[in-house]
């Protein structure tokens, strides 16, 4: 079982990867990847993932609203998933780290389900805009205040590494 104050919650209740990546990630790694290899268990096909914003809502198929709350941050149990030497630094390199999502109406999900996007936050922080500054480039992360529907755990980081106080 996992870490649950890391891998879960109702910040992370879904994990959303687009079919498109999982495409490009087949053809880096000269396999094939069949959907939820990532552990995702919301694959998506023709919606941009990473650049959803935070706090973004989908609805999915006619019952179920989701929000976006954040990325994905690669660990040890995903590289072990995909054993392969290097994983995480790969991974982390190529910025498509797939979105979790907080539930806000629940419902049954089926297989080819629609996908809508139904708002979209006054803001520009992207899942891989909050990625990169949560990794690589720590240089962005005074950006993710602007996000109300960021996790409160982010927030702070953001608001610790940058001298802003947080709510």
């Known amino acids: ?19 498109e990546d999982l495409d490009w990630w087949q053809a880096e790694l000269g396999r094939p990847l069949h959907n939820g290899v990532f552990g995702e268990n919301l694959t998506t096909s023709g919606l941009d ?10 609805q999915v198929g006619s019952d179920v609203v989701l929000e976006v709350s954040s990325p994905r941050i690669p660990c040890s149990t ?3 998933w995909l054993a392969r030497e290097g994983w995480i630094k790969r ?7 797939g979105a979790y999502l907080r539930v806000i109406t629940p419902g049954q999900v089926h297989a080819g389900d629609p996908v809508e996007i139904t708002y979209r936050p ?3 922080v992207t899942v891989a805009m909050t990625f990169k500054a949560l990794t690589n480039e720590p240089k962005l ?23 802003a106080k947080t709510a």
């Open 141 to 163: 992360l005074p950006l993710l205040l602007a996000a109300d529907a960021m996790p409160d755990d982010i927030k702070a980081l953001a608001g610790k590494r940058t001298g």
């Open 78 to 80: 995903f590289q072990g």
């Open 122 to 124: 006054p803001h520009a």
């Open 91 to 97: 991974f982390t390199g190529a910025a498509l780290p």
């Open 1 to 19: 079982m996992g870490d649950v104050k890391v891998n879960g919650g109702t910040d992370q209740a879904v994990y959303a990867y687009a079919r």
């Open 49 to 58: 993932v990473n650049g959803a914003l935070i706090g973004e809502r989908w």
